[in-house]
């Protein structure tokens, strides 16, 4: 079991940054591959990101790309979103995922339980 507890959302200007934190429990982090998921009110979650479990690799949704950066600190069990050049179509409460595979399609085994984003213009 992995619980994974989400933080740093809030509430910015169009073009400002703000870097999301995934925290897990358990000794078992570095086992899972992670990834970071959004939706916005009136629509289906959408995968946004993706780092493998040593962090060699990294997925990116095309509308995210060059603005976004996905890391992870496995010694601290923590994964983290960066997220820059926010835009208004941004705004979605974000999801912190532990994935079995990264894929595509990415394959989910735990949900965070969710952080707030809101990008005003």
């Known amino acids: 079991q992995v619980q994974l507890v989400e933080s740093g959302g809030g509430l910015v200007q169009a073009g400002d940054s703000l870097r999301l934190s995934c925290a897990a429990s358990?000794?078992?982090?570095?086992?899972?591959?992670m990834g970071w998921f959004r939706q916005a009110p009136g629509k289906e979650r959408e995968f946004v990101t993706g780092?493998?479990?040593?962090?060699?690799?990294?997925h990116y949704v095309d509308s995210v790309k060059g603005r976004f950066t996905i890391s992870r600190d496995n010694a601290k069990n923590t994964v983290y979103l960066q997220m820059n050049s926010l835009k208004p179509e941004d705004t979605a409460v974000y999801y912190c995922?532990?994935?079995?595979?990264?894929?595509?399609?990415?394959?989910?085994?735990?949900w965070g339980q969710g952080t707030q984003v809101t990008v005003s213009s």
């Open positions: 995922a532990a994935l079995l595979r990264v894929g595509p399609p990415p394959a989910v085994a735990y």
């Open positions: 358990g000794r078992t982090f570095s086992s899972y591959d």
């Open positions: 780092i493998t479990r040593s962090g060699g690799s990294t």
